[in-house]
Structures are given as C-alpha cells and as structure tokens.
C-alpha cells in the first residue's frame, strides 16, 4: 500500500510482540515459546525482508525493529522473547540502516491490562525505574523517529535503550 500510495518505503517500524509467560526457561511449552518466536520474530522477519527488497529497489531506507530492554539486559522468566539477530551488516554498505528501539516498561494496553489484574505491579515497577515513572509511547516514538532520520545517518545496527536508565540500574 505505501509503496503502490507513495511510490517508495523510506523508513519501517517493526513493532510486533506478545506477553509471553513470566516462568524459568525451562517451563516454558514448545507451544508457548513457538508463539512467542512466531509473532515477536518470525513477524519482524516477515516484514523485515519484504521491506528490504523494496529499498534495494529504491537505493536505501531505514528500519526501526522494537525489541525490549529485556532484549538487551535480559528478564527472568523471559527467555523465549529475547532472540532477534541483527541484519545491519548485510545491508550497511546498500544504504539500508536496520536498528531496534528497546523500550523499558512503557504504559501501553498490554502494561496497563497487567497492571490491572496485579495492582502492586505498577509501584514495584516504577521502584526499579531510575527515572522514577514508566515511559509514555510517545517517547518510544519520538526514538524511532530520530532511528529514521537523517539525523541518524550513521547510526546502523544499533539497540537504543529508552527506559529511563532503568538498564544501568
């Protein structure tokens, strides 16, 4: 539709994810890990390649992929989320920049449904939280905006963590 609207695919957010089950690796079910890898990888992948050969097409482009600061400090009991393999250097020198956007605990509908069925949930994460508050969507999208610019023409390859320093903790 962008291409077939615009004429050319500039710039992609991948943003793709599922609650996976808060238990030790070793609980989670061949069901649940491969629903997990199905929708946060497998999904980006999907798009991610079709994205690709459009901007191949075009002469370059950037991608922003979501992942998670648990995808860069890793959480208990999240292991069946955090795999995502970066693509940057096959793409780096055909001006395609691939980066992730690593979100800290953001107050979207899947936080807010958890924080409902678990109302301590909410002061116990802003505790660990340097910044003292969870962050808005709006600033993951402020993030994924400056991956898309010019601004960040260098910048490829890269996970930028925006949690509130919440990883240096």
């Known amino acids: 539709w962008t291409v077939v609207t615009y004429g050319r695919l500039d710039a992609a957010l991948n943003n793709a994810g599922i609650q996976t089950p808060q238990r030790p690796m070793a609980e989670i079910t061949?069901?649940?890990?491969?629903?997990?890898?199905?929708?946060?990888?497998k999904g980006v992948w999907n798009c991610m390649r079709y994205e690709i050969l459009q901007m191949l097409k075009q002469g370059g482009g950037a991608i922003v992929n979501t992942s998670s600061q648990g995808g860069v400090t890793g959480f208990p009991g999240q292991a069946a989320s955090s795999v995502a393999p970066p693509a940057a250097i096959d793409y780096a020198a055909k001006t395609i920049r691939i980066n992730a956007v690593c979100p800290g605990v953001i107050r979207t509908p899947m936080a807010e449904d958890l924080m409902r069925r678990d109302p301590s949930l909410e002061k116990e994460?802003?505790?660990?939280?340097?910044?003292?508050?969870?962050?808005?969507?709006?600033?993951?999208?402020?993030?994924v905006l400056w991956l898309c610019s010019p601004q960040a023409s260098f910048v490829d390859g890269?996970?930028?963590l925006v949690d509130g320093a919440f990883s240096i903790h």
């Open 158 to 160: 890269h996970a930028l």
């Open 30 to 41: 061949d069901d649940e890990f491969d629903r997990t890898v199905a929708v946060d990888l």
């Open 125 to 143: 994460l802003v505790r660990d939280i340097p910044a003292g508050r969870l962050g808005k969507p709006e600033e993951i999208a402020n993030a």
